[in-house]
Nanobody, 130 residues
Framework: AVELVESGGGSVQSGGSLRLSCVGSGFTYSNYCMAWFRRAPGKERVGVAA?????????LYAKAVKGRFTISQGNAKNTLYLQMNNLLPEDTAIYYCAAERSSPQMRQLLSIGFPNFNYWGQGTQVTVSS
């Protein structure tokens, strides 16, 4: 079974940085698209960044984080990162790692937004104080 485990959350002051990690198992990483989502208090879960392992090209970023956050894949198998710099109080949320099998349709959907992902981690809390 697909399993995703996030780590790296914590509390920082505005302007600080954190790096989230996601270790996956039970699937072939190179055949999947991976993403970070977040759910702020009282709000719906939204996409933050996404990347597909089997194609070249720029990752997808939400407008709110572009230029501050970087999604990347580690040298170790099935590891995904989210480097978050210049954090703001509005970045406070539970951050989730997600995975979905890559396909032409999935990549097309990711070119315009964040589609549904079927596999999710348990989430890690990020709190940014002003």
């Amino acid at each position: 079974a697909v399993e995703l485990v996030e780590s790296g959350g914590g509390s920082v002051q505005s302007g600080g940085s954190l790096r989230l990690s996601c270790v996956g198992s039970g699937f072939t990483y190179s055949n999947y698209c991976m993403a970070w989502f977040r759910r702020a208090p009282g709000k719906e879960r939204v996409g933050v960044a996404a990347i597909c392992s089997d194609v070249a090209g720029d990752p997808l970023y939400a407008k709110a984080v572009k230029g501050r956050f970087t999604i990347s894949q580690g040298n170790a198998k099935n590891t995904l990162y989210l480097q978050m710099n210049n954090l703001l109080p509005e970045d406070t949320a539970i951050y989730y790692c997600a995975a979905e099998r890559s396909s032409p349709q999935m990549r097309q959907l990711l070119s315009i937004g964040f589609p549904n992902f079927n596999y999710w981690g348990q989430g890690t809390q990020v709190t940014v104080s002003s």
